[in-house]
């Protein structure tokens, strides 16, 4: 497949964020967080930002043919921003959800490598675009980095059915997270090649 990745810049930020909001429209993750259509449209941008921001800054954000799909990635050092992401989860889930979400992040946390590693934190395909290779496309694009650079990388799939995808890529499974009524969490971590 030949496919042009583009680097993300702020001035396409909106484009990107709007192709996580569609791909992530049904994910199991995302739907416990925000079960209702409104509040997952007004919200899910905002913890996007929150979760994967940083990747605008840092030119790690990339794009397929036309917005069929987009990778965030944060490099080695960089972190998903904290204060924000509380702030965000604090203010737009429900009290009574918050103990359980917190909790979930929590175990997400402790999966992460120590040492310095490549984090995905989302990837995201246009559903009527899926099935052609972009997302694989977009992993191979910063994968050959982690590999060029013998750097580590490390992703959460959300969903069950993206497990095979990051398996061909080399990801292996490092267990699975669920609390209370939380879907199912799968950590991954690749090795370079």
Known sequence: MTSSIQTATV???????????????????????????????????????????????????????????????????IHPDKDRLIAQLQQSVSDQDQAEVFAVFEQMDHYHPSEPHWYLPLLGVELAQQGNGYGSALLQHTLMQCDRDQKLAYLESTNATNLPLYKRHGFELLGTIQLGTSPAIFPMLRHPR
Request: glycine share 8%; no cysteine.
């Open 11 to 77: 001035s396409n930020e909106e484009y990107v964020i709007a192709v996580i909001v569609l791909a992530f429209i049904a994910d199991p993750a995302g739907r416990w967080l925000y079960p209702n259509a409104h509040e997952y449209l007004t919200h899910f941008p905002h913890f996007v930002r929150a979760l994967a921001g940083r990747a605008f800054e840092h030119n790690t954000a990339y794009y397929i043919d036309g917005y069929s799909g987009t990778a965030l990635w944060l490099p080695p050092g």
